[in-house]
């Protein structure tokens, strides 16, 4: 089977945003909405409730042929059957996540502000790398800021898609796909919208217009 394309709405769930039995249904309508990767981010200390919910988001996903990520956590990424995971500065590294998902799962690196780690990163043999916070971000309101000028760089010099994360918005995200990203990683964006579909639509339509120009 081959990886599905990374480019598009990258839709990240928050635990804090629903009651968790309406998680599938919310992540339906992102899908719905246009949300080309789905990533399951929750922080609770419940492995058993989050294995059970992982489980329902990766059956849901691949019915609708959208990869679902796993924040920080390769354990319940194999146990799920998800697609790949998502990794942070104090999670596992990379090519241990490889060794346990295999070739064909979708292994993510944050790299926040820091071109090095964006390096070492593809050097492990990632799949994607996310660059952020861009914007004042609710979700990690300390989070790093980062400039434009890394996605234009890693566009140039590096072989793998770039994610844009941290307060993007369907205003202010067409400046991150014009400088070269290929995701824009949306939490609140999309799950804290009074119209999640509408929200996700939003977001996509402007991946829908820089594809229009080539």
């Not at 596992?92 to 780690?117: F, H, K, M, N, T």
């Given at each position: 089977?081959?990886?599905a394309r990374l480019r598009g709405l990258y839709a990240i769930t928050d635990a804090t945003l629903q009651e968790p039995e309406q998680l599938p249904?919310?992540?339906a309508q992102a899908i719905e909405g246009g949300a080309r990767l789905v990533q399951y981010r929750d922080k609770s200390g419940d492995r058993a409730a989050r294995l059970r919910?992982?489980?329902v988001l990766a059956e849901?996903?691949?019915a609708h042929g959208v990869p679902l990520i796993i924040n920080d956590d390769t354990r319940l990424a194999a146990d799920s059957g998800a697609d790949g995971v998502h990794l942070g500065r104090d999670d596992e590294?990379?090519?241990a996540a490889r060794r346990r998902l295999g070739?064909?799962?979708i292994i993510g690196v944050s790299c926040y502000d820091q071109w090095p780690r964006a390096l070492q990163a593809v050097e492990q043999g990632v799949d994607y790398i996310a660059f952020g916070r861009f914007f004042p971000s609710r979700t990690k309101p300390l989070a790093v800021q980062a400039s434009l000028d890394l996605i234009r760089r890693a566009k140039q010099q590096?072989?793998?898609p770039v994610a844009a994360i941290g307060g993007v918005t369907a205003q202010n995200g067409a400046q991150l796909v014009a400088a070269g990203a290929d995701m824009l990683a949306v939490v609140r964006g999309v799950f804290a919208a009074p119209d999640i579909r509408?929200?996700?639509r939003a977001y996509a339509a402007l991946f829908d217009r820089d594809d229009d120009e080539y």
């Amino acid at each position: 089977m081959r990886k599905a394309r990374l480019r598009g709405l990258y839709a990240i769930t928050d635990a804090t945003l629903q009651e968790p039995e309406q998680l599938p249904e919310r992540v339906a309508q992102a899908i719905e909405g246009g949300a080309r990767l789905v990533q399951y981010r929750d922080k609770s200390g419940d492995r058993a409730a989050r294995l059970r919910q992982a489980r329902v988001l990766a059956e849901l996903c691949r019915a609708h042929g959208v990869p679902l990520i796993i924040n920080d956590d390769t354990r319940l990424a194999a146990d799920s059957g998800a697609d790949g995971v998502h990794l942070g500065r104090d999670d596992e590294d990379p090519a241990a996540a490889r060794r346990r998902l295999g070739a064909q799962a979708i292994i993510g690196v944050s790299c926040y502000d820091q071109w090095p780690r964006a390096l070492q990163a593809v050097e492990q043999g990632v799949d994607y790398i996310a660059f952020g916070r861009f914007f004042p971000s609710r979700t990690k309101p300390l989070a790093v800021q980062a400039s434009l000028d890394l996605i234009r760089r890693a566009k140039q010099q590096l072989a793998v898609p770039v994610a844009a994360i941290g307060g993007v918005t369907a205003q202010n995200g067409a400046q991150l796909v014009a400088a070269g990203a290929d995701m824009l990683a949306v939490v609140r964006g999309v799950f804290a919208a009074p119209d999640i579909r509408q929200a996700a639509r939003a977001y996509a339509a402007l991946f829908d217009r820089d594809d229009d120009e080539y």
